[in-house]
């Protein structure tokens, strides 16, 4: 393993060994809680162009499972076609692994993806750096490579429009009812959730218009980086909300776009959420929910337009974690409802958007 260096933007250092792909890299560090999930994680294109730091000492125990695509075309065991985190960050990598599903270690896999991993970090340290800063730019740097300087591209950067699809895939033909689903950078298990459920979906790139299209109910999908870099996404959303009450549901970046062309403002959090127990509560109620997350972005709720409200709220740090509209059957969360990995507390938010497609 040879020595590797992770440097913040504030200057601070910290020292470990690369077991992944040899190659400095660049990009947001931040941090993740769970303690399980890092094949689902690291192939989370909401990751993109960030570094990301396991805060659960112990990662690779379990290897990596086979990357196997359905006949749906959707991947069966990882949330995307390949590795969208710029590295992995861990205090303690596990070279031998044990799980009956495994085909290959953590490791095999980052290199065969080229994708850095750094282990020996001090992760609490590290978080805590984080936590009291905010997120932060940071540089992967190999002590034998000095001359090798990476320089994030992150800042201005519109990373929906890299990992979007460039064309129309459709699933589940011939199903029931029909929905668009708008990639800002999907989870597999998104589409899982409503193929499940019978529905055929038109899955299209995020500044698509389909306004004009034939369809039964629109769903606005998560995905990387900044939401006001998505203009145009929420442009076609307006249009689309000024044609017709069609229902519409969004997850994470979709919950921003929604709120985005219902007048409201986003700001970006301090450090983010990034776990599986993030307690979410739903407006008007005492009923909470433990939920999985990923986002660094949040709505300021105080800015909603008139017609709309908050529907759930972080109970954490109050920050919204879903909006409604008061009259019309679009509606959304903040948090993952599709969890993979995660909590599946709040898979409801499926079946009540495909109750309003029947309505």
Not at 256 to 268: D, E, R, S, W
Not at 284 to 309: K, M, R
Not at 342 to 357: A, Q
């Amino acid at each position: 393993m040879k020595n590797v260096t992770l440097v913040l933007e504030d200057g601070t250092l910290f020292h470990g060994k690369s077991f992944g792909y040899e190659q400095p890299v660049a990009g947001e560090v931040v941090f993740n809680t769970a303690m399980m999930g890092y094949p689902e994680s690291l192939t989370d294109p909401s990751y993109a162009g960030q570094l990301m730091t396991l805060t659960y000492p112990l990662v690779g125990n379990y290897g990596v499972p086979p990357f196997t695509v359905e006949a749906n075309g959707l991947p069966t065991y990882m949330e995307s076609d390949r590795i969208y985190a710029s590295a992995i960050i861990v205090s303690d990598y596990s070279e031998q692994y044990s799980h009956w599903n495994a085909s290959e270690s953590l490791a095999s896999w980052l290199k065969r993806e080229k994708v850095p991993g750094i282990t020996g970090i001090d992760t609490r340290q590290l978080t805590k750096v984080l936590r009291e800063h905010g997120v932060m730019m940071g540089k992967i740097l190999f002590d034998d490579m000095p001359e090798i300087i990476p320089e994030a591209d992150y800042e201005g950067v519109n990373f929906v429009d890299k990992v979007s699809c460039k064309e129309i895939v459709r699933y589940n033909e011939g199903g029931g009812a029909k929905v668009v689903l708008v990639d800002c950078g999907v989870k597999a298990n998104i589409i899982r959730e409503l193929v499940q459920r019978n529905i055929e979906v038109i899955r299209v790139p995020w500044n698509y218009d389909y306004t004009s299209m034939e369809f039964d109910g629109l769903f606005l999908a998560n995905g990387p980086g900044d939401p006001d870099m998505c203009q145009a996404a929420v442009d076609i959303l307006r249009k689309q909300m000024n044609l017709s009450r069609k229902p519409i549901c969004g997850i994470c970046m979709g919950n921003q776009l929604l709120a985005k062309a219902g007048g409201a403002n986003i700001y970006k959090l301090k450090y983010g959420h990034r776990s599986h127990n993030q307690p979410v509560r739903m407006v008007g109620t005492d009923q909470c929910f433990i939920t999985s997350q990923n986002h660094g972005y949040a709505v300021d709720a105080s800015t909603l337009g008139s017609g709309w409200e908050e529907l759930f709220v972080n109970m954490n740090d109050g920050s919204n974690e879903g909006i409604r509209h008061k009259d019309n059957p679009w509606f959304s969360s903040q948090f993952h409802p599709e969890a993979c990995s995660g909590p599946v507390d709040t898979e409801f938010i499926f079946d009540n958007f495909v109750s309003t497609l029947r309505q």
